[in-house]
């Protein structure tokens, strides 16, 4: 649903609110707050990307851990994608921020300044 109501916000605004999924929490973006930047691309610091700069690949990550418990203990075999997709989005993560680092230059510390965490509120 992150990635969702980021895709709703690159698009040009409309003057209507921007409605992903309303009946969850940071599902309506009425008035998306935005972090102007020097290169001129705005960096959403509201809705679910006010909580996690990378928030989208946490739910990635508990859904593929959801569905490798649901198969039990009997045998290491489906634990073999969650293993991997958490590697592989850890590593994207850290990938992601030296990139955007290098994007947006210092407002992307002002960014990072009102979006402590990377992946899990109030823990990373």
């Not at 691309?41 to 649901?70: E, K, P, Q």
Request: glycine fraction near 8%.
């Amino acid at each position: 649903m992150a990635r969702l109501l980021l895709w709703t916000f690159e698009r040009p605004l409309l003057a209507a609110p921007i409605i992903v999924l309303p009946w969850l929490p940071g599902g309506r973006l009425t008035a998306p707050e935005v972090l102007p930047t020097a290169s001129g691309r705005g960096l959403l610091v509201s809705g679910w990307w006010g909580v996690a700069r990378h928030l989208n690949y946490t739910g990635d990550i508990v859904m593929a851990w959801t569905w490798a418990l649901t198969c039990g203990f009997g045998s290491p075999v489906p634990y073999a994608y969650p293993v991997f997709l958490t590697l592989l989005l850890l590593h994207r993560e850290r990938r992601d921020e030296r990139s955007c680092r290098l994007k947006y230059g210092p407002d992307w510390d002002c960014y990072c300044q009102r979006v402590p965490y990377r992946l899990i509120p109030k823990i990373y």
